[in-house]
């Protein structure tokens, strides 16, 4: 495996990167974590992307993490020592798409020796929860899943998914390794409410809770609790540290990152199925990173008898908005010092433990050893 950090992520250090894997005898795939703030469009990256012609996957990401520091602008590429076998799903909006039957089409054989698929979204598509479904629905527990959603922190829709045919908007990119990997998931964060029955839902916005408006069941018991208040124009930095938990039977609630209203409804990062139960949850500092360390003892445990060579990171570009100045603890927690830690903090993550559903995260703490 070979590891390069560009802070400078101009177009032209993609392609000078990109280029020095072309001929890297040992690199057989490519892997490549970029920020937002490299201002990557198609137009001044996708004939690079085009030229590169080892397999290619990855995505674009509010930050990437690189050791134990962040950054908001540069790119991460991983030159990777195994064949990956990668496959690009766009318009996984659309209601007609059957993932079922693309995923059968675009790996239509799974051998015994693969291992690992990595998968990366636009985080902003509105079926990735019907795409998750259906990769387990193909896949099940027979191999670990690790990603998550790409895009902007300024909940714009922009091209944001990277793979030998350019950048692009609402799709998937998959890729599908022979690897051994360890997943481990958790996310701190607790209950400070009854469960409250989802309603009415459209996709990821919430209508009503207990057949109540969602945003003033949401505000009262929140203003309630946090001793602020809300305003049109400050929403988020309160609703950031109340999330929503998914009841889930058997293991830990799922988190949805409550991001804005729509009226008295809430617009959140991922969808919230009508007659789920969800209740309302806060953390503080000691249970993110109480957390974190969770993870990596999970993902250590999942390896087994395998040597890890390298972690990747795929955590909550929120939880850098909670802990702020304080981030680089969590990125400690995570970080076992004797291996290379790399990764991306992203609009929601994907991953399971190797023993549960898999599931799109919100606000959680993900940490592949690989």
Sequence with gaps: MRIVFEQDGSPQALARVLAQFEIDVEVEGILILACDENGYTPA???????????????????????????????????????LPRVALIEDISHADKD??????????????????????????ASRINALIDGLFNSFGLEINYLG???????????????????????????????????????HGWLPISDAYKVTESSGNIIHSLDWQPAYQVYRNLVEAHSGQQFRPDHFFPIAKAYPFGITKLGTEMIVRDPLMTLGDSLVCVGEVPQGAYVRILNGDKSSLL?????????????????????????????RVLFLEDQFHLELEALQDVALPMFGALTIGEIANSGREYLEFYNKTAVLGLI
Excluded at 104 to 116: G, H, N, R, S, W
Excluded at 172 to 181: C, K, M, Y
Excluded at 303 to 315: E, K, N, S
């Design 148 to 186: 998550g959603g790409c895009g902007s922190l300024s909940l714009k829709a922009k091209p944001c998914i990277i793979s030998n045919k350019g950048l692009m908007q609402d799709g998937a990119v998959l890729a599908l390794l022979d690897l051994p990997s360890g997943i481990g998931v958790a």
């Design 290 to 318: 109480a957390a974190a360390a969770q993870a990596r003892g999970m993902a250590s445990t999942a390896m087994d008898t395998h040597p890890a060579h390298m972690q990747i990171c795929i955590d909550c570009i929120s």
């Design 99 to 124: 993932f079922d039957e693309i995923l059968a089409d675009v790996f239509p054989k799974i051998d015994a020796q693969a291992k690992t698929l990595f998968v990366f979204v636009d985080g902003f």
């Design 44 to 82: 001044n990256v996708d004939a690079i992307l085009r030229s590169t012609h080892k397999p290619l996957f990855g995505g674009v990401f509010p930050q990437i993490v690189h050791g134990q520091a962040h950054h908001s602008r540069g790119f991460i590429a991983l030159g990777l020592c195994a």
